[in-house]
């Protein structure tokens, strides 16, 4: 018994410590797991303000824009973008959007196809009050299910998103379900320049070169609302970036209907397989060159690059496609001989004249000045495309802008200075027209 009770004692020690060191470690493991499968908190700061959206150099709408935020010094971390920052995740990822407005109008964010919760759905005056200026507030949710969504002001939908206030959100999935070579997301979008009228004379702003020399009868109505620009990520034609691919590659084009039209997008030259519907995957995947996406619809698409070139990606509904919705896939053997998008040279002076105009209804004089020399240097880059004939016209518009230098250096009367930059105005447009039309050869 002397012996026997000892040994006893010490196995039973020993499967004690046992159990309990494979329950320590089933405990971990299940804790690893655990941290694993919901991965991390990804935490991201907006902020909506008011902006110039340039939806080509030169044409310019006032609009309303998201931006990052930087909450330790409470101020812009970058300039608000139309569209706004794109905000990417995992799948598993706890997501935390902090709003902050900094606009005049209130705002909420919805996020577009996400299974939110009820207190994060942003509807205003439902799920919550909307956020006034310079107040914030916090969204989270759960990213459950990888896909394409996106971001938007939910006061007002007939006004606030097309003003510009929208973004895509994409939940990347845990594990790749197809190899791909590159990604491209495409958020489509119209603009009413009447729109940004009437809400830039609300607020005092400058409207925009597309807009200011418009009229309203009355109150804008929403329901009167005639679009006249067409975009994709913000942009028109032929200012959209061309989407890069190379011959074999498998591309992924993720298809956002940011807008209040509908829209059918239209590939030359190739097909692509629709792989996923509104965040969700499609168990029998369609091969298509062109899909019809109503507002708020998204769409994966699969594209494989087999057939070399330089080719149309546009809406096929004719006037979107005239107005701005309109872009090209170039292959990485053809930039060479990309000729469509190539900017004239008149562009970059429209660009500083918009901007120059901003300032003069703004009345930062000092912000015209680097402008107006900028828009001189430009004039005499393509001074050598003007042949002799129309010396007499270059001329005039080069004594237009040293007119328009020489009042700012000076002491500017607003009146004159108003006039002088419409007549440099004129002589642009004109020169532009003369570029277009002859043979500078």
């Known amino acids: 018994m002397k012996i026997r009770f000892p040994l006893i004692f010490i196995l039973s020690a020993i499967g004690c410590f046992l159990a309990f060191a494979v329950f320590f470690l089933n405990a971990t493991q299940e804790e690893a797991s655990s941290k694993t499968e919901k991965g991390q908190t990804k935490v991201f700061h907006l ?24 909450p330790e010094k409470k101020a812009p971390a970058s300039p608000p973008s139309i569209p706004g920052p794109e905000i ?17 109008e209130m705002h909420t964010i919805h996020f577009h196809g996400i299974d939110n ?3 994060g759905d942003g509807t205003p005056e439902m799920s919550q009050h909307a956020t006034m200026k310079n107040e914030s507030f916090t969204y989270e949710f759960d990213a459950t299910k990888a896909g394409t969504y996106f971001y938007h002001c939910h006061v007002e939908p007939d006004r606030h998103p097309e003003m510009g206030l929208y973004g895509a959100i994409i939940v990347e999935p845990k594990t790749p379900k197809y190899k791909t070579d590159g990604e491209f997301t495409l958020l489509l979008s119209e603009r009413d320049p009447l729109l940004s009228l009437s809400e830039g004379q609300e607020a005092h702003e400058y409207v925009g ?55 059918t997008f239209h590939t030359h030259g190739h097909h692509f397989k629709v ?20 507002p708020g619809e998204k769409y994966d698409l699969l594209l494989k690059a087999n057939n070399p070139g330089i080719w149309p990606i546009h809406c096929h509904m004719g ?31 429209k660009h500083h004249l918009a901007l120059l105009k901003q300032y003069q209804f703004e009345k930062k004089y000092d912000l015209m000045k680097p402008e107006i020399a900028e828009i ?22 080069d004594n237009a802008a040293a007119s328009v230098e020489q009042q700012l250096n000076g002491s500017a009367d607003p009146a004159v200075l108003e006039k002088s930059i419409d007549d440099l105005e004129q002589k642009i447009n004109a020169m532009e027209e003369i570029l277009q039309t002859s043979d500078m050869s």
Do not use: C
């Not at 990417?88 to 005049?104: A, I, S, Y």
């Not at 070169?209 to 913000?234: M, Q, V």
């Open 47 to 70: 902020y909506a303000a008011d902006m110039e959206q340039e939806l080509s150099q030169g044409t310019t709408l006032y609009s309303w824009g998201f931006g990052l935020w930087n």
């Open 88 to 104: 990417r995740v995992k799948e598993g990822d706890h997501v935390k959007v902090v709003f902050h407005n900094q606009q005049k």
């Open 117 to 119: 919760s009820f207190a």
């Open 209 to 263: 070169t597309a807009a200011e020399h418009l009229h309203l009868d009355g109150e804008y109505d929403t329901t009167d609302r005639k679009a006249r620009y067409y975009t994709i990520n913000g942009k028109i034609d032929p200012e959209i970036p061309p989407l890069p691919v190379k011959e074999g590659g498998t591309y992924l084009i993720r298809l956002i209907n940011a807008g209040s039209e509908v829209h």
């Open 275 to 294: 792989i996923a519907s509104d965040g969700r995957d499609l168990e029998n995947p369609m091969t298509k060159d062109s899909i019809t996406i109503g």
């Open 319 to 349: 006037p979107h496609a005239t107005h701005g919705m309109h872009m090209m896939m170039v292959y990485d053997k053809y930039h060479d001989k990309m000729t469509h998008g190539n900017m004239s040279p008149v562009s970059g002076a």
């Open 376 to 397: 001189r240097n430009g004039l005499h880059e393509f001074y050598n495309l003007v042949s002799d004939e129309y010396f007499e016209e270059w001329t005039a518009l």
